[in-house]
């Protein structure tokens, strides 16, 4: 029954002072940890074979449990890394795609400017002719008045003169009357 108490004592010290140290990060802390827990269980003192047989249980336990323990971790660290790698291929891969949507926009914005210029140059060519034409015909129908108005101008010129001359006859033919007349 002796043995059973230190069985007890032993694993349950170890394991307070398991719980006090850091995690373990790399194989020389393991390996220094493994080699303090086996001085501080081989120091005990007894050279009792059942205490032998528990520090050896003990220590087989506790090698046990750091090699789950760092192979579970190590295996965290190898999902972390590739979630880790996996977003990152996503993330470059959403890049791409988006780089590859804005060089085509960046193409067709380019194309509809060419053609939003070409359309208002040919709406100004077509303006100006427009307006060219209009003002020809405006032109056109100014010098027709013109030359109307000209012409109308010598005829009541030549209205004014021959009423002018009807008058003198209408005198000459009233003189002559008044004169007969008499």
Same mark, same amino acid.
Request: aromatic share 2%; glycine share 2%; with cysteine.
């Given at each position: 029954?002796?043995?059973?108490?230190?069985?007890?004592?032993?694993?349950?010290?170890?394991?307070?002072?398991?719980?006090?140290?850091?995690?373990?990060?790399?194989?020389?802390?393991?390996?220094?940890?493994?080699?303090?827990?086996?001085?501080?269980?081989?120091?005990?003192?007894?050279?009792?074979? *059942?205490?032998?047989?528990?520090?050896?249980?003990?220590?087989?336990?506790?090698?046990?449990?750091?090699?789950?323990?760092?192979?579970?971790?190590?295996?965290?660290?190898? +999902?972390?890394?590739?979630?880790?790698?996996?977003?990152?291929?996503?993330?470059?891969? +959403?890049?791409?795609?988006?780089?590859?949507?804005?060089? +085509?926009?960046?193409?067709?914005?380019?194309?509809?400017?060419?053609?939003?210029?070409?359309?208002?140059?040919?709406?100004?060519?077509?303006?100006?002719?427009?307006?060219?034409?209009?003002?020809?015909?405006?032109?056109? *129908?100014?010098?027709?008045?013109?030359?109307?108005?000209?012409?109308?101008?010598?005829?009541?010129?030549?209205?004014?003169?021959?009423?002018?001359?009807?008058?003198?006859?209408?005198?000459?033919?009233?003189?002559?009357? +008044?004169?007969?007349?008499?």
């Amino acid at each position: 029954m002796s043995s059973l108490p230190s069985h007890n004592k032993d694993p349950s010290r170890i394991r307070k002072q398991l719980s006090d140290s850091c995690p373990v990060s790399s194989v020389a802390t393991t390996k220094s940890l493994r080699h303090e827990r086996l001085s501080r269980l081989g120091s005990s003192g007894s050279s009792d074979v *059942s205490n032998d047989t528990s520090t050896n249980h003990a220590e087989s336990y506790f090698l046990q449990r750091e090699n789950r323990l760092s192979a579970r971790k190590k295996a965290q660290e190898e +999902t972390a890394n590739n979630d880790y790698k996996k977003m990152y291929e996503k993330a470059l891969a +959403t890049n791409q795609r988006l780089k590859s949507r804005l060089e +085509t926009s960046k193409q067709e914005l380019t194309m509809i400017q060419d053609q939003l210029e070409r359309a208002q140059k040919g709406r100004q060519d077509d303006c100006g002719a427009n307006v060219l034409e209009a003002e020809k015909k405006e032109s056109w *129908s100014l010098k027709k008045r013109i030359s109307d108005m000209e012409e109308q101008l010598k005829i009541k010129a030549e209205l004014k003169m021959e009423n002018q001359r009807l008058k003198d006859e209408n005198g000459a033919l009233i003189r002559v009357i +008044t004169k007969l007349s008499k």
